[in-house]
Nanobody, 117 residues
Framework: QVRLVESGGGLVQPGGSLRLSCVAS????????MGWSRQPPGNQRDLVAR???????QYADSVRGRFTISRDNAENTVYLQMNELTPEDTAVYYC???????????WGQGTQVTVSS
């Protein structure tokens, strides 16, 4: 069993920055990638960014160049640095962990990010 705990969400003005953190605990040996997804109000949950154990990254087009995902493998922690935030970035942000088994990803409980003046 993998447990993911996010932190760092909150209210920020447009153009501002936030840094999200997610710590994985429990059976973390089988994790080969971690990432962040988000779900805006009334919309589906979509991938924001993902990073493999080897450091390969992928980003949604809407955040590329503004968001940076990084990872501390020794601490089983993944970060999402979010810059130049806009109201369209308002969502619940979920940490994810891809595992060898079970093949379905683990999810955190989510952290709210609100971008508003």
């Amino acid at each position: 069993q993998v447990r993911l705990v996010e932190s760092g969400g909150g209210l920020v003005q447009p153009g501002g920055s936030l840094r999200l953190s997610c710590v994985a605990s429990g059976d973390t040996n089988g994790i080969y990638a971690m990432g962040w997804s988000r779900q805006p109000p009334g919309n589906q949950r979509d991938l924001v960014a993902r990073i493999t154990n080897g450091g390969d990254t992928q980003y949604a087009d809407s955040v590329r160049g503004r968001f940076t995902i990084s990872r501390d493998n020794a601490e089983n922690t993944v970060y999402l640095q979010m810059n130049e935030l806009t109201p369209e970035d308002t969502a619940v942000y979920y940490c994810t962990a891809d595992r060898v088994w079970p093949p379905s990803p683990a999810w955190g409980q989510g952290t709210q990010v609100t971008v508003s003046s």
